[in-house]
């Protein structure tokens, strides 16, 4: 006899269970830090591939994750398996950058964006769900560096916040097919420096950041792209900081600018907990993506 599935219901995707942080800059450093399924940091892992900052991340295949870009100014990337191990370096494809940021869309492929050449630029490189990046798509939208990037709805993405000269609250939704949306007015706190994850299978969260100083307030995503105005901060204020999901439905803040290694939780319901004591190495301008 078949189960009785009651009308309207809906089944959690799968992926997002455990977490890895990676890269970032006291010195230059590639070494990792894996978030387990009930969120508790682990220990350095020794680093692969280039050591640089100013880096981004994202999921991609459904449990896998991809670091790409950062300082040098590269576009190397290192693939990270379901097992949450990283993978020696892949030559570059698309414009070597930094301070870009990158997230999930399509259920399973993903997309890096904006950045620093030197000037900010606005261009786009899509994942493929094997972990294949793709040549340059011409930008759309406020070009910029120091943003922000998470998913939403459960196949779209938003990129947010950030500088070219002067800071920002503008926002560029990504719609299931990897197409970046003309700039939607900001909302909340212009800053730089933004750490951004999904929480709750549908929704997502940009916090942190910078706007002449380090801060801690965050901003909402609803499941279909709506940010909302600011929440006032919980933890150590701080910017250039990271952020994944970790068990399906929650999220993770970590490390920052200073540098410093603690972390903030994030209930599936989008509430961030206090600072929990950092493990691993202390370093900001890193990137952190989910796996498995």
Not at 52 to 60: L, N, Q, T, V
Not at 159 to 165: K, L, R
Not at 201 to 219: L, Q
């Amino acid at each position: 006899m078949f189960p009785i599935i009651p009308a309207n219901s809906v089944t959690a995707p799968s992926g997002n269970d455990e977490g890895i942080f990676g890269y970032g800059q006291g010195s230059k450093v590639s070494m990792t830090n894996l978030v387990s399924d009930a969120g508790v940091v682990a220990t350095d892992v020794t680093g692969v591939g280039t050591a640089r900052s100013h880096i981004a991340a994202c999921e991609y295949g459904g449990d896998k994750g991809i670091f790409g870009y950062g300082s040098g100014v590269t576009a190397v990337t290192n693939l990270v398996s379901n097992a949450g191990v990283v993978s020696s370096d892949v030559t570059g494809v698309g414009t070597a950058r930094e301070g870009l940021a990158a997230c999930e869309y399509g259920g399973d492929k993903g997309i890096f964006g904006y950045g620093y050449i030197p000037g900010s630029v606005s261009m786009t490189n899509l994942v493929s769900n094997a972990g294949v990046v793709a040549s340059d798509v011409t930008g759309v939208g406020t070009a910029r560096y120091g943003v922000g990037a998470c998913e939403y709805g459960g196949d779209k993405g938003i990129f947010g916040y950030g500088t070219n000269g002067g800071i920002t609250a503008v926002t560029n939704l990504i719609s299931n097919a990897g197409v970046v949306s003309s700039d939607v007015v900001g909302v909340g706190t212009a800053r730089e420096g933004v750490g951004a994850c999904g929480y709750g299978y549908d929704k997502g969260i940009f916090g942190f950041g910078h706007d002449g100083s380090g801060t801690d307030e965050t901003n909402l995503v609803s499941n279909t792209g709506v940010v909302a105005s600011d929440v006032t901060g919980v933890g150590t204020a701080r910017y250039w900081i990271a952020a994944c999901e970790y068990g399906g439905d929650k999220g993770i803040f970590g490390f920052g600018g200073g540098p410093v290694s603690m972390t903030n939780l994030i209930s599936n319901a989008g509430v961030v907990s206090s600072d929990v004591a950092g493990v691993g190495t202390a370093r900001g301008y890193l990137a952190a993506c989910s796996f498995n």
